[in-house]
């Protein structure tokens, strides 16, 4: 039974450029979640996707959009990257949107020069 | 708003001592909290969850946990700590019925010595 995957594990981009971070739900799964994870902190909610909408949002700018595919998948894109972007992306899936526990991809590395 | 305390920071333990990390959380119904560890530069690994009755729960590794609505407590305890428990911990509470996110708290860095 797969896990939570991400692609790509690590990544590189320069301040004002796009990046789009990709994650497959563990199998069962049809909500993704997205959290931010800086450096020394933990993580912080960004969005969630069910049913291909997005059901609730964290308190990051509109430069952070994301999609859910039919087959669950989502994809994270941030857009005009700051410095500050810089850190572990973390996807995490679960069972219908709500009381259930959330399993953790191993996260994407995103550094922002 | 829901909100998770983790008061220490770095905890430093001898192997085959025991381990209690805290973890104090502000919410305004019937918690569900959970425990999660991260090894360096890996995801999160849930570890347990505590969703309602017996207010002892049983996790994975060798971890248990204690819920203590008086004290709005949950933290998280082994018996017996292993060099492999070396990451960093962090509580979190959530989802509400229309609130679906997570909340975490800061994380506690565990160093197991020899």
């Known amino acids: 039974d797969a896990g939570v995957t991400q692609s790509p594990t690590h990544l590189i981009k320069t301040r004002g450029q796009q990046v789009t971070l990709r994650c497959s739900p563990k199998s069962g799964h049809d909500t993704v979640s997205w959290y931010q994870q800086a450096l020394g902190q933990g993580p912080q909610f960004i969005f969630q996707y069910y049913e291909e909408e997005e059901r609730q949002r964290g308190n990051f700018p509109d430069r952070f959009s994301g999609h859910q595919f039919p087959n669950y998948s989502s994809e994270l894109n941030v857009n005009a990257l700051l410095l500050g972007d810089s850190a572990l992306y973390l996807c995490?899936?679960?069972?219908?949107?709500?009381?259930?526990?959330?399993?953790f991809g191993p996260g994407t590395r995103l550094t922002v020069t | 708003a829901q909100s998770v305390t983790q008061p220490d920071i770095h905890i430093t333990v001898s192997e085959g001592a025991s381990l209690e990390l805290r973890c104090n959380y502000s919410y305004g119904a019937t918690p569900y909290l959970f425990w999660y560890v991260q090894s360096p530069g890996q995801g999160l690994q849930l570890l347990l969850k505590?969703?309602?009755?017996?207010?002892l729960v049983q996790g994975i590794k060798g971890f248990e946990a204690e819920f203590k609505r008086s004290q709005s407590s949950f933290n998280l305890r082994k018996p017996s700590v292993h060099w492999s428990d070396a990451a960093e911990y962090f509580c979190a509470v959530g989802p509400l019925s229309n609130d679906y996110k997570l909340s975490f708290g800061a994380g506690t860095t565990v160093t197991v010595r020899a």
């Open positions: 995490a899936s679960s069972f219908r949107q709500g009381v259930s526990e959330q399993y």
């Open positions: 505590y969703f309602s009755g017996d207010t």
